[in-house]
């Protein structure tokens, strides 16, 4: 009877350690190839994504599809590779994109960006620059605050490559300090 409990308790107990390592490698696969979460350190994005916002990233977002204008996504950083950005798409592959006096023209038509911080600055180096010619397979990216945010505007190599994609932002969620 004893030997019997005892052979009970030790199947019960493997079999919690059975549903536990598989709730680990499920969450370890998800983590790995569907959807991670990222931290913006700085305030390029904001008001859409503050510092310390913790953002959803899907990575099969673009697995059947393109990525579009306005898409938030993370990337591989163009000059520093051992680093991701999040930013924003702002010029697809083919397009001529150009700041004139605090305003972005994508193809020589003012874009609509409500999700702005504050208007652009004017002047060289801020609100006027390029045109920029987006090569094919490649995306010029920016911050929603463009006052401050280092973007393709001012990168050595100004393009992200489609390969350079990890995903797309899909949710947002502040950082509760208090639940920590």
Same mark, same amino acid.
């Given at each position: 009877? $004893?030997?019997? !409990? &005892? ?8 079999? %919690?350690?059975?549903?536990? #390592?598989?709730?680990? #490698?499920?969450? !370890? ?6 959807? =991670?979460? $990222? ?15 913790? @953002? ?5 977002? =673009?697995?059947? &599809?393109?990525?579009?204008?306005? *898409?938030?996504? $993370?990337?591989? #950083?163009?000059?520093?590779?051992? +680093?991701? =950005? ?12 150009? /700041? ?5 023209? @994508?193809?020589?038509?003012?874009? +609509? ?6 208007? !652009? ?15 094919? /397979?490649?995306?010029? !990216? ?8 280092? *973007?393709?505007?001012? %990168? ?21 300090? %208090?639940?920590?």
């Amino acid at each position: 009877m $004893v030997d019997c !409990m &005892s052979n009970k308790i030790v199947k019960e107990i493997i079999s %919690w350690i059975m549903v536990f #390592a598989i709730a680990i #490698a499920l969450a !370890m696969v998800i983590n790995r190839f569907v959807i =991670y979460r $990222v931290s913006s350190p700085t305030g390029s994005m904001e008001n859409t994504i503050m510092i310390n916002d913790k @953002v959803f990233i899907f990575r099969l977002a =673009y697995l059947f &599809s393109e990525p579009k204008r306005g *898409d938030i996504v $993370v990337f591989e #950083a163009p000059d520093k590779p051992e +680093e991701d =950005y999040i930013k924003r798409i702002i010029g697809l592959p083919g397009d001529v994109v150009e /700041g004139i006096d605090g305003v972005v023209y @994508v193809n020589g038509e003012p874009l +609509e960006e409500d999700y702005l911080k504050e208007p !652009m600055l004017e002047g060289p180096g801020t609100g006027t620059f390029g045109p920029f010619k987006v090569p094919e /397979g490649h995306y010029f !990216m920016m911050g929603d605050n463009r006052n401050n945010s280092a *973007d393709s505007r001012f %990168w050595h190599n100004t393009y992200v490559s489609r390969k350079k994609i990890k995903g797309k932002a899909v949710l947002k969620y502040p950082n509760f300090k %208090w639940l920590y």
